[in-house]
């Protein structure tokens, strides 16, 4: 008996051995024990800031670095002086976690420095980038507090639009950090579960330190919801599953759900604008980036607050950051950021040309030598009737021109609509009952005049109200001029026969080197009056194009497709509304106020993204509502209603599905109705629907019913479906947009 146990000690101390060492070899990494750096201190005007002076390591399953450094000023950066050196152009760099030390003291913003100094320029870069996203107003707040006394020239700030509040605050405490609200009496609350539940001499945190299996069966615990985790929930040891997770991540969050605000656009544009005057005040600049996606704002908003607008359009490789296990960019990364950041502001007028270190050579000027040229040369037959004044009940016709490319060749050919985003907006225009014909048709060229040749054969044989053509890029770059003043000609010949010309492209930079100065303004005023720009706030001609990796076409060909529908449905219905074609789009739900029985409230998933006009999740700040886990274990209701304001006589609901990527019609309810009331108390239901399949993606689900008066209209959902995600399994219910017509 004795041997026999003797003999079944042995194996299983070896196998905890094999096991113990197959983890430590294969999975050192994935299970390295994570620690934030110590290094913040707080405000109570702006939350956490970086504490001036002290210096930690910095450790997750993606990277290690010993050496987490804030120099004397409080800001993660080399040691630098307040004041900038004479005949020096000086740049702050207010970034979020993008600009800081990660992985290395190798960030984006170090290898834009070094970049500038081996080229001889004489630009002095200042970082002054602070980790954590979604506190737009309380960065700006430490921008005018720690910042305008540098004496920068310019100051790049990444900010989302529209602006989001958080005070957050960030306590260091024993290995720990405590996100929080500021509440002290809380803080010091957790300090002491901390000092008992996570003490180190604790058999289970002891555990977690040494054995990687233990570690490994933890970290999947911790990650997962699923029936093993369910299992491993009935372990003694592992009963407290808020414990495991604490150990896992470092930190504990006393954050509450709702501290995140997401101002409104108005509010948004009076603080950039007072953030604008401050620092003009202070002999500098404000020049709005974001790191993430291009800010989806236009000219004109840029202009009105008197900043300006930096588009970065990096062109990254494989493997440009950590994988599934960090989403943030390596040393790789930031290199290409760092490219794509030099190349914009050299190539902008942002920096003065003495502080450049530039070839001497003198830029040519358009002169009267440049040869003119007239579209009398090609004798076209305007063969235009032009648009009369049409009644609502005659349709608009728009003509989509496209070049003759095949769309599953090659998706980074931008100088195409895809007949997919084509599809959807004449949906949208549907589901309004607006009478409007959209025709495709291809042109074929390769020269000039055969380009406006085609054009001009479609336009006359299909007379439309508006043309949408496609920007010729590959003639931008040999008949600049040329292809620029045939088009404004023709272009003065269409508005006469009151027929409105549009350029489509789906970013902002042309890929073309422009030669002549004249030749860019002349570009750049064409473009920005009649383009249908898919991002971005105004054309910078001299940028890199594209600026997606290669590596993730058919992500790319979703975006792209969602993009261009968007951005296409609104521009026409701008237009038609301009040229009093349309009146409105009757849509009495939006922007008005909007109640659920529950909402996630994060991630870009809020309440009132329901109804604010943005179908399509282009945009991080606005993807839809959706519910939030309270309840989501098991099936069960949620609703979403929105008050109207008055009574109307309505007749007609208009449902669109979630279009996040990877969350495709997530949520969409099995079982339904859609309920109506005069006071938000009594309901009646207009219809119930039952079964109802998954719906295709970007495909709005039309509902009618007969004529009722309502100032609130519901949706209940009574039977949930059951969604797949990273965090598990749940029954949730979700919605991309919603829109609500009278009779």
């Not at 197959?22 to 109570?44: A, C, E, G, M, W």
């Not at 005007?45 to 210096?55: E, F, H, Q, R």
């Not at 307040?82 to 970034?95: A, M, S």
């Not at 100032?711 to 990273?726: A, D, E, F, Q, V």
């Amino acid at each position: 008996m004795c041997r026999t146990l003797k003999k079944v000690g042995i194996i299983l101390i070896t196998f905890i051995l094999l096991l113990e060492g197959t983890f430590h070899l294969f999975f050192f990494q994935k299970l390295r024990i994570r620690h934030f750096p110590q290094v913040y201190t707080n405000d109570s005007l702006i939350g956490y800031k970086y504490a001036p002076g002290v210096s930690d390591f910095h450790a997750s399953p993606a990277y290690y670095n010993p050496s987490f450094t804030i120099n004397s000023l409080g800001f993660n950066d080399e040691e630098f002086e307040p004041q900038k050196h004479n005949g020096y152009f000086r740049i702050i760099v207010f970034d979020i976690s993008t600009g800081v030390d990660s992985e290395s003291p190798n960030n984006y913003v170090r290898q834009l420095r070094d970049q500038f100094t081996k080229e001889g320029h004489r630009i002095e870069i200042i970082n002054c980038s602070v980790d954590g996203g979604e506190r737009d107003v309380q960065r700006m707040a430490l921008l005018v507090q720690d910042m305008l006394h540098f004496n920068a020239d310019l100051i790049l700030f990444n900010c989302t639009i529209p602006l989001v509040s958080k005070l957050e605050f960030r306590t260091p405490y024993k290995n720990f950090t405590i996100f929080n609200n500021g509440d002290l009496t809380q803080i010091d609350t957790t300090k002491r579960y901390i000092d008992t539940a996570h003490d180190p001499t604790i058999f289970l945190n002891r555990l977690f330190k040494y054995s990687f299996t233990f570690r490994y069966i933890c970290k999947y615990y911790a990650e997962n919801e699923n029936w093993l985790t369910g299992q491993i929930s009935r372990l003694p040891l592992l009963h407290d599953k808020k414990r495991i997770v604490e150990i896992v991540t470092q930190h504990i969050d006393l954050r509450k759900p709702n501290a995140i605000r997401y101002l409104q656009m108005p509010e948004t544009f009076e603080k950039l604008k007072r953030l604008t005057e401050t620092i003009k005040a202070a002999n500098s600049k404000l020049v709005l980036f974001d790191s993430n996606q291009d800010l989806p704002i236009k000219s004109y908003f840029i202009q009105e607050l008197g900043s300006e607008y930096l588009q970065i359009h990096p062109v990254f490789v494989s493997g440009s950051t950590f994988g599934e296990l960090d989403g943030h960019l390596n040393s790789v990364g930031a290199k290409c950021y760092a490219d794509a950041f030099y190349e914009a502001l050299m190539s902008s007028n942002l920096i003065p040309n003495e502080y450049k270190n530039l070839p001497n050579q003198r830029v040519p000027k358009l002169n009267d030598s440049v040869q003119k040229f007239s579209l009398k040369d090609l004798n076209l037959d305007y063969n235009i009737l032009g648009r009369s004044d049409k009644g609502h009940d005659e349709a608009v016709k728009v003509l989509v021109l496209n070049t003759v490319k095949d769309t599953t060749v090659d998706e980074y050919d931008m100088d195409i609509i895809h007949p997919q985003s084509i599809e959807i907006v004449r949906k949208r225009f549907d589901v309004r009952n607006f009478q409007i014909r959209i025709n495709e048709a291809t042109i074929d060229y390769s020269s000039p005049e055969e380009y406006l040749r085609a054009i001009n054969d479609q336009v006359a044989a299909y007379q439309p109200q508006i043309v949408v053509l496609p920007l010729p890029y590959q003639l931008l770059r040999s008949h600049t001029t040329q292809i620029f003043n045939w088009i404004e000609e023709y272009q003065n010949i269409l508005n006469k026969k009151n027929v409105i010309l549009l350029f489509h492209y789906t970013f902002d930079d042309v890929n073309v080197r422009f030669q002549i100065v004249e030749e860019k303004q002349m570009a750049e005023q064409l473009l920005l009056q009649n383009s249908i720009q898919c991002s971005s706030s105004r054309v910078n001609l001299n940028s890199i194009f594209p600026p997606y990796e290669r590596t993730s076409i058919n992500d790319r060909l979703e975006q792209k497709i969602r993009t261009q529908a968007n951005t296409l449905f609104l521009t026409l219905r701008q237009i038609l509304r301009n040229t009093n074609v349309i009146e409105s789009d009757f849509n009495i739900a939006h922007t008005k106020t909007v109640l659920a029985s529950s909402s996630a409230e994060q991630k870009g998933f809020f309440q009132g993204s329901i109804n604010d006009n943005v179908i399509a999740s282009i945009f991080s700040w606005s993807k839809g509502w959706l519910s939030d886990t309270t309840q989501a274990h098991a099936n069960h209701e949620e609703w979403i209603s929105v008050d109207l304001e008055k009574n109307y006589s309505v007749k007609r609901v208009v449902l669109y599905p979630i279009t996040e990527k990877g969350m495709v019609s997530y949520g969409f309810p099995v079982d339904f109705e859609i309920k109506a009331s005069l006071n938000g108390v009594e309901w009646k239901t207009l219809r119930i629907i039952t079964d109802y399949p998954l719906p295709d993606y970007e495909q709005p689900q039309v509902f009618t019913f007969d004529p009722c008066n309502a100032r609130y209209i519901r949706i209940l959902g009574t039977k949930l479906r059951k969604n797949s995600y990273p965090d598990g399994e749940f029954y949730r219910m979700g919605l991309g947009e919603m829109e609500v017509y009278c009779n």
